[in-house]
């Protein structure tokens, strides 16, 4: 599946800056299970008529963190959240997530093995629109936190003034000035819609993956990652260190 870029030509890129949830870890399935009975708490205050499936939230909202999707299903209720409220709800979800992520992460060689090599020649950084303290515990149960220093973790949620999510591309570019790297300098490895348009729009080069992807949806995700700007496509952490690690 991989997909070779002239665009993606490594010479001179010193940095990496890598996703956190489904494309480090296959979070996203878990996170949404956990979080579904806050979230379908949250929608039966707003007036939804029903509870929603994991499944179904994830389709609603992937790639986004939970305080963009609760504004945005706020929004579709006609409502506009306060902000202690928002915090609130944002507050119970992430302590949920984060507790279930721990019993259910483990290490996965087929990641760790291709960042280590990666991290010989790349500095790595974390980029996500997750809580820090989701980000930090994920890391740790999966053994890569050595892999990414606590000052090289950016998240959407807590790094920034205001708490944002991709598809902005605020955190990515929060990153880029704190590392000092301009985006001719890095690479960006994404596996959502929204997450390779927040990369893209920082104007950072972008590999999609789709590792953490079931089966049935690869296909549909791999156009739409090349769809949203990614300059090439990779089923796996070793195909990655195909394209960046030439010869």
């Not at 991290?119 to 050595?146: H, I, K, M, P």
């Not at 003034?161 to 990153?175: G, I, N, Q, R």
Request: with cysteine; glycine share 6%.
């Amino acid at each position: 599946m991989t997909n070779r870029s002239t665009d993606l030509d490594p010479a001179g890129v010193t940095t990496l800056l890598v996703d956190a949830d489904g494309t480090l870890f296959p979070s996203e399935e878990p996170a949404y299970a956990a979080s579904a009975d806050v979230t379908n708490r949250f929608l039966a205050e707003l007036g939804a008529e029903r509870p929603y499936s994991p499944a179904e939230l994830q389709a609603m909202t992937n790639g986004k963190n939970f305080r963009a999707a609760a504004q945005e299903l706020a929004r579709g209720y006609g409502r506009e959240l306060q902000r202690d409220d928002l915090d609130r709800w944002v507050a119970q979800e992430k302590d949920v997530v984060t507790a279930h992520l721990r019993t259910v992460l483990r290490p996965d060689p087929r990641v760790r093995d291709p960042l280590a090599q990666l991290a010989q020649r790349y500095g790595l950084a974390a980029v996500t629109s997750s809580a820090s303290s989701r980000l930090d515990a994920c890391l740790a149960v999966t053994g890569l936190e050595d892999l990414f220093e606590p000052r090289h973790r950016f998240s959407a949620e807590d790094s920034l003034p205001e708490p944002t999510s991709k598809p902005d591309p605020a955190v990515y570019v929060l990153a880029g000035e704190r590392l000092g790297v301009t985006p001719d300098r890095a690479v960006a490895v994404e596996d959502s819609l929204n997450g390779a348009l927040s990369a893209v729009a920082a104007g950072f080069r972008t590999i999609g993956t789709v590792q953490f992807v079931p089966p049935a949806e690869r296909e549909a995700r791999t156009a739409g990652l090349r769809e949203a700007g990614c300059a090439a496509v990779v089923s796996s952490w070793e195909q990655a260190c195909e394209l960046l690690l030439p010869g």
